[in-house]
Nanobody, 122 residues
Framework: QVQLVESGGGLVQPGGSLRLSCAASGTIFSINAMGWYRQAPGKERELVERVTREGSTNYADSMKGRFTITRDNAKNTVYLQMNSLKPEDTAVYYC????????????????WGQGTQVTVSS
């Protein structure tokens, strides 16, 4: 199996910064895309930003210029640097990974982390 363990969430004031981390472990041959999604109360889960193994990224327009995703392929870890945080960024942030496994015949399967709470409030 594969586990995604997130860390770095918490309470921050508006305008502040947080850095989220997500480490993947388990039966991993390689990982295609990794990314972050978020879900606010009463809303659907939405893409924040994701990055391919080669480093190509796509992100939601509302995060442009404020959030930056990076990835360490050797550590199977993805990071999300969040700056200039706003109260509307408050949500549970979920890590997602598209994992290639030998047990699947080197096909991929999608995995989710448990989520980490980010609260932006004064």
């Amino acid at each position: 199996q594969v586990q995604l363990v997130e860390s770095g969430g918490g309470l921050v004031q508006p305008g502040g910064s947080l850095r989220l981390s997500c480490a993947a472990s388990g039966t991993i041959f390689s990982i295609n895309a990794m990314g972050w999604y978020r879900q606010a109360p009463g809303k659907e889960r939405e893409l924040v930003e994701r990055v391919t193994r080669e480093g190509s990224t796509n992100y939601a327009d509302s995060m442009k210029g404020r959030f930056t995703i990076t990835r360490d392929n050797a550590k199977n870890t993805v990071y999300l640097q969040m700056n200039s945080l706003k109260p509307e960024d408050t949500a549970v942030y979920y890590c997602n990974a598209d994992v290639v496994q030998a047990i699947l015949g080197f096909n991929s399967r999608n995995f989710w982390g448990q989520g980490t709470q980010v609260t932006v409030s004064s």
